[in-house]
């Protein structure tokens, strides 16, 4: 169990935790704006898939550009179809959903990825042509020109993002504090198959991270060992697949669901394990200090205890709710409609959260996890 604090021991290290999701990462960029109105700028940002993205054009800028620079993104990538829907909800808003999405996979998103001319079947095997639908050269060029990667490798935020080895299937990390970050380990975090081709990085090729896991705040919490311990962590996750929903009445509902429990599956396991785990070690820590003097120093009681002394971490969830008229296409829907409203919503629940009287009298973990869910 946390044990709490005075708020005032220590500056909290900002943290912000972007899953993957597509069309759905609008939402992530209303919450970046949200919090940077709030006063609310990360020290660390973790993202997987359009999360890395997103999490580039945030560390990538100074301050006074990144909701400028987000915005120009998602403007581009919305272009294809930038006409509202005629329709707020219901079956119309549904079927202008289902037929941008349609654009979508046909024609591509401008400044991410295009149809390959020539179709897969028809490929040399083992090519990128012949394992993927679409082209991402237009997003190495985005990412060039929206993101600043001198200041993204040696500015003060840290960068982390994930991808998987299709060889060997193991998940990794690309961590500014230990490598040189380019625009390939951003697209291999969002190599999504068999739509994007894998990214080629020191020789190995990387698909994108959400394969594995959809969320970098494992990561976070076991990398925090390593970190400066003066400050407690204060992590914004933000979710772009509910974990929870409604019983589906439709095939079309069923498909959804399925997609929204695979993509945020590890979510809770995230913060739950983590919990578990810290109470083990406080009791292994009581213990401990009833053990004799000359046992104390033990190589195994240190290794028992040690993260009992590590700072408290407070996790702020905002995640993204299923709306009514949505589809199991929402992650590649870019409709200008769509994002827009993906865009307001991260910042609805922000605002939100932020106003709860639960958020302004919340206590500060002296150690373990304390998580909040209030918008």
Known sequence: MATVQSRNRSREKCVLVLQGGGALGAYQAGVFEALAQAGHEPDWIG?????????????????????????????????????????????????????AAGWVALTGIPGFFTPRTTPPWLALPGSPEAISVYDTAPLRQTLLDLVDFDLLNNGPVRFSVGAVNVLTGNFVYFDNRDRLIEPDHIMASGALPPGLPPVMIDGEPYWDGGIVSNTPLQYVLDMRDNEDQRHDLLVFQVDLFSARGMMPRSLAEAAQREKDIRFSSRTRLNTDLPKRIEALQAAAARLAEKLPESLRDDPDVALLTRRAHEGGVTVLQLINRCEDYET???????????????WQAGHRDVTRSLASPRWHGRPRPRHGIISLDLA
């Open 47 to 99: 993202g997987i898939s359009i999360g890395a993205i997103n999490a580039a054009l945030i560390a990538g800028n100074p301050p006074e550009r990144r909701v400028e620079r987000l915005r120009a993104f998602w403007e581009q990538a919305s272009s294809r179809v930038p006409y509202p829907s005629p329709f707020a909800q219901g079956w119309g808003r549904r079927l202008f959903n289902e037929a």
């Open 328 to 342: 199991p296409s929402k992650d590649y829907e870019f409709s200008r409609t769509s994002v827009e409203g993906h």
